[in-house]
């Protein structure tokens, strides 16, 4: 199955972790193969914890026909067992990738071979060649562990010169955060296409927890919305689904290559968010 949308979405899922949640995922992929994504990308657990279901999760999508992306986090990886992994994807079918650090559950230690998603970029281009199209993370509100806004916009730059062809971002809910990002990686001389991802609001609780680990802001007046709603969780994702589908629309009409939404393994949000954007045939 290949993509006819005239504005290209992919879809993340991560794998579950038990036989019900593999066959609860089946499902929700045949709803939203009704987006015919350009891929589907399945999350890797730091220091491979998740190496079999994220395999296994990637084999099913491209049995159904679909492009299917691998993550791939490095931290606490060595070279031997990285190269053996990318053999593992290679022999799959699989051409696409989202090389990642990855963070390390804490008690994992610090060890490993590489130290940034850049290594591993040039590793794959210097191991693999041209065997893989390359997707790296950028974020447009800056890593929570950068030294500085400049520093993490030339990290960026110094995965692109590695080897990386395109950029999902980090979500975000300020549209004017992610045309900076793009500006400023212009200016660096980065042109690789860099397409928003995109988490729909579901649940007040659970987006808030996300955001505060992995450093996305949620507006002020998002968030106390939110919070003026409590447990009324249809008044949640009505607001959510709006506020979404804002965001996409500014996005598309300012030039975003296209739209990666993280699933979080449902489909009702990004089908409902896609047919208000005209994306659904
Ligand atoms: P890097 O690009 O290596 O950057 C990490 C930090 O190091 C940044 O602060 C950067 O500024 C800094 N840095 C980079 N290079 C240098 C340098 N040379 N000198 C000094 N500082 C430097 N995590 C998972 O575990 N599994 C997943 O499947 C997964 N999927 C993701 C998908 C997307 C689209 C995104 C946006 C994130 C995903 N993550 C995933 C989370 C990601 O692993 C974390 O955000 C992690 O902390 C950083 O990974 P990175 O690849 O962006 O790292």
Redesign the pocket.
Known sequence: MTSTSRFPVSIEFFPPKTPEGVEKLRIVRHQLYALKPEFCSV????GGSTQEGTFSTVRDILSEGVNAAS?F?CIGATRERVRGQLATLKAMGVKRL?A????LPSGYGTGGEFH???DLVAFIRAEMSDDFHIE????PEI?P???SPE??LK?FA??VEAGANSA???YFYNSDAYFRFVEDADALGVQIPVVP?IMPIASSSQLMRFSDA?GAEIPRWIRLRLQGFGDDTASIKAFGLDVVTDLCEQLRAGGAPGLHFYSMNQSAAALEICQRLGLVA
């Open positions: 999350t890797f657990g730091a993550h986090s989202v990642l650090r990855g963070d940034y998603a850049s790296v993370a950028a974020y890593h562990q950068a030294r520093s993490d990290a110094v995965k999902i971002t980090q991802g992995c």
